[in-house]
Structures are given as C-alpha cells and as structure tokens.
C-alpha cells in the first residue's frame, strides 16, 4: 500500500520558536491534509490541500502542497504552548476514500 | 469532536470476548471509516462505507466486522478478541470520498 514518510518523529522546542515538518510519498496524491491530536481526544483537521503548488495558511499555521504532488509541510510560527500535540499528515488519492497518514511528529514546547 | 460520537470510550475485554463499537454521527455525512491507532504506527484503516449500504476493507481488516446501521451509524465488532487487537479506535465520517475526514474522539480497548 500507500507510505507517507513523515519527519521529524519528535521536536522539541522553546516558546516562541518556529516549527517545520514534512510529509513524502512514493506516490502521488490529490489532497493533502493535515491534523493535530491532543492527547485523549481525534484527530482535528488543521489545513487541506487540493493543488500542486498551493500555500495555505491558518492563523500561525502555514503548509504547502508540493509541486510534485508527492509532499507537503507544515510551519508553525512563533510557538505556543497550546501546539504540543501530535501533527499528522495524511494524503487522499482521488476519490477512492481511502487516506494514508503519516506516523505523526510529536510537537512539545517549553514554556 | 462535535457531529462523531463513539461509544463507549473506554474498554477492557479478555481474549476470546466479542465486542461492538458503535459510531454515529449527525452531520448527515455518507461516508463512514474506522481506524486503528497503534503507537508509532499512525492511524490504519480497518473498514470503511463510502455510502449507506455498502461496505469495504481498509488496510487491516482481519479479525474485524462493520455494519453500516443505517446513514448515521457505522458499528464494528471483534467477534473474538485478541491482544494484538489492544488499541485506539476511531470513526470518522465525510461528506464525499474526496474530502477531509472528521474525527470522533476515540474508543480505548484493552485485551487481556
């Protein structure tokens, strides 16, 4: 099947720093998208995109569709506190229904 | 997660029990999924519905049923549970096939 290799595992940071992690794949994808989980609660769905090439951003949070359609990253500027979670990217083909994620980086910020 | 609500939240069966997890959701959404969460593995698509009526494998399949109730509820059963079934469960739901998916928060099944 389908692999996202996702990178980092784990970063640890201090507040205020910035953040960056990607997502590549052997194949190509339609979408990408990426997710945050809080410890004890879902997947919450962060930033999605639709086109090679495309930059989206939400609030201090910026990803990219790569122009290649086989990766993507996420920035997080000036962290807080609030962004320790695990960070998932995860990659649709088309419409078959079926996402792939990445094995998560793992995202603790020091006050 | 608001709109996917899983239940129950907590679990602790012995091998060889059978179980149900129910899934239901109030977004009017056609498409239904349930992943497995492992440490280190991400998540992992077990079975997922793409509408009601229908019902397809994931990635990991074995040892596992689902049920596709009716449009809201999507239910998946260990008909005899193992250890290496010990895991974090979640349903999500979308409107369509190619569209991001929408979490609930998650069963926490423990097999002794």
């Known amino acids: 099947g389908q692999q996202l290799n996702q990178s980092p595992q784990s970063m640890f940071i201090q507040e205020g720093e910035d953040v960056s992690m990607n997502c590549t794949s052997s194949s190509i994808f339609n979408t990408w998208l990426w997710y945050k989980q809080d410890p004890g609660e879902g997947p919450v769905l962060l930033i999605a995109?639709?086109?090679?090439?495309e930059l989206t951003s939400n609030g201090r949070l910026t990803a990219q569709f790569g122009i290649t359609r086989k990766d993507s990253f996420l920035n997080i500027s000036a962290s807080i506190p609030s962004d320790v979670g695990i960070y998932f990217c995860?990659?649709?083909?088309?419409?078959?229904?079926?996402?792939?994620f990445g094995k998560g980086t793992l995202l603790t910020v020091n006050p | 997660n608001a709109g996917v609500t899983q239940t129950p939240k907590f679990q602790v069966l012995k091998t060889g029990q059978s179980m149900t997890l129910q899934c239901a959701q109030d977004m009017n959404h056609n498409s239904m999924y349930w992943y497995r969460q492992d440490p280190g593995m991400g998540l992992r698509l077990i079975y997922y519905?793409?509408?009601?009526?229908?019902?397809d494998k994931g990635e990991v399949p074995n040892g596992y049923n689902v049920s596709r109730l009716n449009k809201r509820e999507f239910s998946l059963r260990l008909e005899s549970a193992a250890p290496s079934q010990t895991s974090v469960y979640f349903c999500a739901t979308t409107p369509t096939g190619n569209q991001p998916q929408h979490f609930g928060d998650g069963t926490r099944l423990s097999i002794l």
């Open positions: 995860a990659g649709l083909e088309g419409s078959n229904y079926k996402l792939t």
């Open positions: 519905s793409a509408s009601e009526g229908t019902t």
């Open positions: 995109l639709y086109k090679a090439g």
